[in-house]
């Protein structure tokens, strides 16, 4: 097992780490809106704070030498399903005609009051790093 840290994304707000890695599969840990810099959500709205989840999201794969294209699974947490419309727009538009397996579900809450919360499992195409 090896653990991934990107400086690139938010410090993880708990005892977790960004991603972890077992075989030729990395397990990326919930990404929110927040942004690195400030440790802080800075947007109010779902398309918003989506674009940020999956920038946060990004730079744990980068920083494993993967891409959204490396994604064979998604789990996407929204605090209200009114917001699927614009999550879904602003996801489609991320990942192109990439279509990773994905299941969203409603959460009661996620930290400091995000509306989405994105994690995925990525895989090594060829040899494991």
Do not use: W
Not at 3 to 31: E, M, R, T, W
Not at 70 to 78: C, S
Not at 84 to 98: I, K, R
Request: neutral net charge.
């Amino acid at each position: 097992m090896k653990v991934h840290f990107s400086k690139d994304a938010p410090k993880p707000i708990g005892p977790y780490s960004y991603a972890v890695q077992s075989g030729n599969l990395l397990y990326c840990s919930g990404q929110t809106p927040i942004k690195p810099e400030s440790m802080k959500i800075e947007i109010s709205d779902v398309k918003g704070q989506t674009h940020r989840v999956i920038k946060n999201l990004r730079a744990v794969l980068q920083e494993a030498g993967l891409t959204l294209n490396n994604i064979i699974k998604v789990n996407v947490f929204l605090t209200d399903m009114e917001n699927f419309s614009g999550m879904n727009e602003v996801y489609a538009l991320c990942f192109g005609d990439h279509r990773p397996a994905r299941s969203t579900v409603a959460v009661k809450g996620l930290p400091y009051d995000a509306l989405v919360e994105i994690e995925c499992i990525a895989e090594f195409k060829n040899d494991v790093k």
